[in-house]
């Protein structure tokens, strides 16, 4: 009793050092053109110095340090043979740490090559008919972004050897787990790295739009928004193998095995017929960094871009009743899926990544209101604090769904490598469009039938494309009845009832699952929050 097969510990725990040094300077000024015309400029100068760590841990896998003499061996089962490789190719350290079989360099402080990043901002406000009821504006911005420490404390920092490694323990019992005999496992390591031509991330605006009053107490704006991303950071998986790569003639002469499914055309790689505790073992033999298992990279080599066209409306009655409304209608594409958990499907090929961004919405609209009853606002008597003071007020909004991106499990037609640990994922093929005629209900969103498996043989990855399927749009009302009482000119009693979701409308927000291999595939799994109110009250003074 109390024995167990295996105890697995990782060698340190670390608590990344980080430091970084930024350094900006901004100069603004503004010339009045004429007395309608006003023209505002101004340079932002930016330097964001890379995250190094005071301990001396921060490592990084570089391909370029990578030597495929110094490569582990491979074994048919996909684990290393012990003694036959570096078990640091490719990691590179903090200069000041020696640390051999490693590449020294100063990793850190200098693996941005963009130290001289300058911003210009430029506005221009025009009043076309001298009137202050019509104005023009019309402006451009550079912003540079900081990189994120997040990467480096989970990713560098907490994972790549050599101050991270793995302990196995086998066979031992709970009373004594250091009793067994100690191993270090054979098994790939994934490791982690940051692209040594990091560029700086920055994103350009721009907008025009155009005001107008009609009246003494309306007020509705028109205008175009849009912005481009460039130099965005995003995670690859760099030891995937090129589609089709494992199904030619050309893998045969970097493997060791003539079993492997290289000489098998047509194979599916799935879990179930050509790996081994869900890795495709058989392909370890001839990854690009032969000897590690995913090799998470981080490369600002993504893009991004957003259209919109945004109106807002005002109207004002007596008092502090009035009503607003926004309304905006955009398109906001990218390849990047997601900055640091997830990778392109196809390392090779990023432009099959380019589709809606994951928080993008084509169609907001919101209406908020307050309508105050115009009577008795002195309350001089018990009749007038009784019936007045009352305020009606609230918020009604509208949007479209999220994009959400189909998913298929232990299939690998193209013999990429992506099942196991890597932060790419396979995608199945779409053979029709899953928002046309979909049944939109709780058991059934979208159109199911409009996804299925790559065929054996194609040597290729899956042909959908990311966040094709239109989830589920959002309709709520939100209203709050006030009473105020006064007291006297600074003190009074607000009393307020506020109910959310006022219908008790049900709002679908994700789905169970898309992948097409699962039990729940197409379902709605989670709604948004059903009616709720809440009382309060408040003594103001």
């Known amino acids: 009793m109390g024995k167990f097969q295996t105890f697995t510990q990782n060698q340190f725990d670390l608590t990344a050092d980080l430091y970084a040094t930024d350094v900006e300077a901004f100069a603004q000024d503004e010339w009045r053109v004429k007395s309608n015309i006003t023209f505002s400029y101004g340079m932002r100068f930016t330097r964001f110095g890379q995250p190094w760590d005071g301990n001396g841990r921060l490592t990084s896998f570089d391909p370029f340090a990578y030597s495929p003499s110094q490569a582990f061996q491979v074994t048919g089962n996909g684990n290393r043979v012990p003694g036959t ?32 990043n300058f911003a210009p901002r430029v506005g221009l406000a025009w009043d076309p008919f001298k009137k202050g009821t019509t104005s023009v504006r019309m402006g451009y911005g550079f912003y540079y972004d900081q990189m994120s420490f997040s990467f480096y404390e989970t990713g560098l920092v907490s994972t790549n050897p050599p101050f991270q490694q793995q302990i196995i323990i086998n066979p031992t019992t709970l009373d004594n787990p250091l009793a067994g005999t100690t191993t270090v496992s054979n098994a790939l390591q994934d490791v982690a790295g ?46 995937l193998l090129p589609p089709g790569y494992a199904l030619t003639k050309t893998c045969q002469s970097n493997t060791s095995s003539a079993t492997i499914p290289c000489q098998t055309p047509g194979q599916v790689f799935t ?77 090779y090929d990023l432009k099959a990544e380019y589709a809606r961004a994951n928080l993008d919405r084509r169609q907001v609209l919101s209406i908020n209101y307050i309508y105050e009853l115009p009577w008795f606002s002195l309350q001089r008597n018990l ?5 007045g003071g009352w305020q009606f007020s609230g918020i009604t909004v509208h949007y479209t769904g ?49 996804f299925a498996n790559p065929p054996a043989g194609v040597n290729r990855v899956g042909n959908a494309g990311r966040n094709v399927i239109n989830g589920p749009p959002t309709t709520r009302f939100d209203a709050t009845l006030s009473k105020n009482i006064r007291f006297s000119e600074s003190k009074s009693v607000q009393l307020r009832w506020e109910v959310f979701n006022v219908f008790n409308h049900t709002n679908f927000a994700t789905f169970s699952s898309a992948n097409i291999t699962s039990s729940v595939y197409g379902r709605i799994g989670t ?12 003594f103001i003074f």
């Open 85 to 116: 490789g570096n078990p640091l190719n490719g990691i590179i350290v903090n200069s000041q740490v020696t640390v051999p079989g490693a590449t020294a360099s100063p990793f850190g402080k200098s693996v941005a090559p963009t130290p001289n």
């Open 194 to 239: 940051i692209d040594p031509n990091f560029k700086t991330p920055y994103v350009q605006h721009w907008s025009l739009d155009l005001q107008h009053q009609f009246g003494a107490k309306t007020i509705v704006t028109a205008g175009y928004f849009g912005s481009k991303g460039t130099h965005l950071s995003g995670l690859v998986d760099l030891n």
């Open 271 to 347: 879990t179930n017929s050509s790996t081994a505790a869900g890795s495709e073992v058989v392909l370890n033999q001839i990854r690009p960094f032969r000897g590690y298992g995913a090799v998470r990279y981080l490369q600002t080599a993504f893009n991004s871009n957003y259209h919109s066209l945004q109106i807002k409306a005002q109207r004002r009655f007596s008092r502090s009743s009035q009503v607003n409304l926004a309304y905006t209608w955009a398109r906001n594409m990218t390849n990047s899926q997601n900055e640091f958990s997830t990778a392109p499907q196809n390392t």
């Open 383 to 387: 009749k007038e604090k009784f019936l």
């Open 402 to 450: 999220l994009g959400f991106s189909p998913a298929t499990s232990s299939n690998d037609p193209a013999g990429i490598g992506f099942l196991g640990s890597s932060p790419s994922g396979a995608r199945p093929d779409m053979i029709c469009d899953p928002n046309a005629n979909a049944p939109h209900t709780d058991l059934q969103w979208f159109n199911t039938a409009c």
């Open 527 to 538: 709604t948004r929050d059903p009616r709720t109110m809440q009382l309060g009250a408040k």
